[in-house]
């Protein structure tokens, strides 16, 4: 399946027009059912499909261990992807309340952050490590080389080692490919650094919450909210990490 597509655009400045090629980032509905209900409509990037819907479900607590998926089938419909996933789970009893978040809807159980146990992790990182990360996981998207269209999220350990990176036109979506390929696989989440591109809002904090990754760094800004929620969850958020110096705005202790 494409995953850029090429297009006709115009070069445009004060003195001058020419028409050219330029390589857009393609964007595709992803449909996902889970035994026989359609859940949700994601709009993302078509690459790591599974684990983006599997990694979707985990966060919004559809499903809760790897154990619960029996089996996925992907199939192209021709105007939309649908995703189905066949998992040992009620979904009946499921109680949603919606949300309007900044990636739009969501929906998420009442008691979700109440349930989510604080972070009380010893693990420790250097700051020199963590601005290294970012250079090497900078150059890590080749769809960005290409479109400048995508976000970028990847596990990491201590070391600065890549372990899983990801990438979609959401910044949600992106997460949830690592989150749902790390579970998978059976990757360990926990003393790990989740490296992401995009701003740091609620949502993000929440979703890596629930695995123990203790550190989050991104190029861009975390939310207000975002911080109460990482205070609370004993995170370490890292923001404006570029180049040679960063913000660290919860949990410095674990920053060396």
Same mark, same amino acid.
């Given at each position: ?8 655009? $115009? ?5 001058? #027009? *020419?028409?050219?090629?330029? @390589? /857009?980032?393609?964007?595709?509905? !992803? ?79 009442? $008691? ?5 146990? #604080? *972070?009380?992790?010893?693990? @420790? /990182?250097?700051?020199?490590?963590? !601005? ?125």
């Amino acid at each position: 399946m494409e995953v850029t597509k090429e297009v006709e655009a $115009t070069y445009a400045t004060p003195r001058e #027009r *020419a028409a050219r090629t330029e @390589q /857009v980032i393609c964007e595709v509905p !992803l449909m996902i059912v889970v035994n026989g209900k359609e859940v949700a409509t994601l709009h993302c990037t078509p690459t790591s499909l599974e684990y983006l819907a599997v990694g979707f479900l985990l966060s919004e607590g559809v499903l809760t261990r790897r154990e619960d998926v029996k089996q996925t089938i992907v199939a192209d419909k021709g105007s939309h992807i649908r995703i189905d996933v066949v998992a040992n789970v009620e979904m009946e009893t499921l109680v949603r309340h919606r949300l309007i978040g900044s990636a739009g809807v969501s929906f998420y159980q009442r $008691t979700g952050e109440e349930a989510v146990p #604080r *972070a009380n992790s010893q693990f @420790q /990182v250097s700051i020199s490590k963590v !601005l290294s990360l970012m250079r090497h996981f900078q150059t890590k998207s080749c769809l960005y080389s290409k479109t400048r269209g995508n976000h970028s999220c990847a596990l990491c350990n201590a070391d600065g080692t890549i372990i899983v990176f990801a990438e979609d036109i959401g910044r949600h979506n992106a997460v949830d490919k690592v989150i749902g390929e790390c579970v998978l696989r059976g990757v360990s989440l926990e003393d790990k650094i989740l490296a992401t591109s995009g701003r740091i809002s609620a949502e993000i904090v929440n979703k890596i919450a629930k695995w123990k990754i203790p550190v989050i760094t991104s190029f861009g800004a975390p939310t207000s909210l975002a911080l109460d929620l990482a205070r609370n969850f004993g995170l370490t958020v890292i923001g404006f990490a570029q180049e040679h110096q960063a913000v660290i705005y919860t949990n410095a202790e674990r920053v060396a």
